[in-house]
């Protein structure tokens, strides 16, 4: 059973920007705020950004000014443009619920920022 399906990482540049998607089920989707997780590898997987069911987002203090989290109802996805990216967002990111119990992790999506 698959229940998030995230894309859009890859390899790029410092200052450079790459677009994260998440596609939930709907049943889940429309009713809970969504958050994008990242994981370095050896640390635990943190919460970088959420968004409310009506479109509030929050950002963690190391994305603030560079990320930005919105979602698309209708689709049932999520999406993170992310730019002036650093090599500290190398990392796989995650898409979920931002309370956790609903959904089950996806593969998440690499994304290594390196010259």
């Known amino acids: 059973q698959v229940d998030v399906v995230e894309s859009g990482g890859g390899l790029v540049r410092p200052g450079g920007s790459l677009r994260l998607s998440c596609v939930a089920p709907g049943s889940i989707f429309s009713r809970n705020s969504m958050a994008w997780y990242r994981q370095v590898s050896g640390n635990q997987r943190e919460v970088i950004a959420d968004?409310?069911?009506?479109?509030?987002?929050r950002y963690a203090a190391s994305v603030k000014g560079r990320f930005t989290l919105s979602r698309d109802n209708s689709k049932n996805t999520v999406y993170l443009q992310m730019d002036s990216l650093k090599p500290e967002d190398t990392a796989v990111y995650y898409c979920?619920?931002?309370?956790?119990?609903?959904?089950?992790w996806g593969q998440g999506t690499q994304v290594t920022v390196s010259s």
């Open positions: 979920n619920t931002l309370s956790l119990g609903y959904l089950s």
């Open positions: 968004i409310s069911t009506d479109g509030r987002a």
